[in-house]
């Protein structure tokens, strides 16, 4: 007789915020402080979910969508996200709500630099960092910022403008296409299928909307200069481990990338760096 295969449960959670709810997924048990699991840009709280399969099951994790991802409230029309500051002022609030110390951080792509930043601003309070494809906030060249700002103000007044009406909608087979092409062939069509659980929702006539916000497309407003990160980098003194795929994107900027993981380096309790083909 085969012994059926238990799989971990999660129970969905809101989190009061001043704009209205941090939405989340919360694994294992909840008598236990969990590690907090937060997702990549315009990704949401799913993308855990095959990982999770893989975990010890006594591990309890909380994985949260950000502001204007997944089920998670949008922030107030009128105002453009600043997704670094904006994801370390959400994670302080939901670790005030809770009343945790020493908090273990997992994050990938946004979330490991959101993980980063708070790690630097709370040193005493960070037990763990586990960053996923980024070590930190991405740094672009001065002039790439001065050239975009004036488009992407435009842009946000323009999406702002936009109503649920003027949104487009689709199957759920062309809206899995549009994902997949999206990715440009890093993500297959299930993992696309998986994160769409909570990135898309039904409306009228069987047809599906994005519910992320669109405002997140003007995303790279109020970044940090190099010397701001290297700063926060040399904070930084919990358990640290950095996980990267190869091969590198241009987007990366390994050079900089190396000098900031040897600023951890020189301040962690301990240090890992893992390279895996991706």
């Not at 909307?209 to 940090?224: E, H, N, T, Y």
């Amino acid at each position: 007789m085969e012994v059926p295969v238990s799989k971990p449960s999660f129970e969905e959670i809101q989190i009061p915020v001043p704009f209205g709810f941090v939405s989340g997924k919360w694994w294992g048990s909840r008598d236990k402080q969990p590690i907090i699991a937060i997702h990549g840009w315009q990704d949401n709280a799913g993308t855990f979910d095959p990982l999770i399969e893989l975990l010890p099951k006594d591990l309890s994790i909380l994985c949260i969508d950000l502001p204007g991802h997944g089920r998670s409230s949008h922030i107030p029309l009128g105002l453009p996200y600043y997704i670094f500051w904006d994801g370390l002022a959400i994670l302080r609030r939901i670790i005030k709500h809770y009343n945790w110390r020493k908090v273990s951080i997992m994050g990938h792509s946004l979330g490991a630099a959101i993980g980063f930043l708070y790690a630097a601003s709370y040193p005493d309070d960070t037990e763990m960092l586990i960053s996923i494809d980024t070590v930190a906030p991405v740094i672009f060249d001065p002039s790439e910022i001065v050239k975009n700002t004036g488009p992407n103000i435009d842009k946000l007044i323009y999406y702002d403008a936009l109503g649920l009406d003027k949104m487009p909608s689709y199957k759920y087979s062309d809206m899995i296409d549009l994902v997949v092409d999206g990715h440009h062939g890093t993500l297959t069509r299930k993992s696309c299928e998986i994160l769409m659980r909570r990135g898309m929702y039904r409306v009228k006539d069987n047809k599906y909307l994005f519910s992320r916000d669109i405002r997140l497309k003007v995303a790279w407003m109020g970044l940090p200069s190099l010397d701001v990160v290297k700063a926060f980098a040399g904070q930084i003194t919990c358990r640290y481990m950095n996980i990267k795929a190869k091969p590198y994107r241009s987007l990366d900027n390994w050079p900089i990338y190396s000098q900031v993981l040897e600023i951890i380096k020189m301040n962690a309790k301990d240090f890992v760096f893992k390279e895996y083909d991706g």
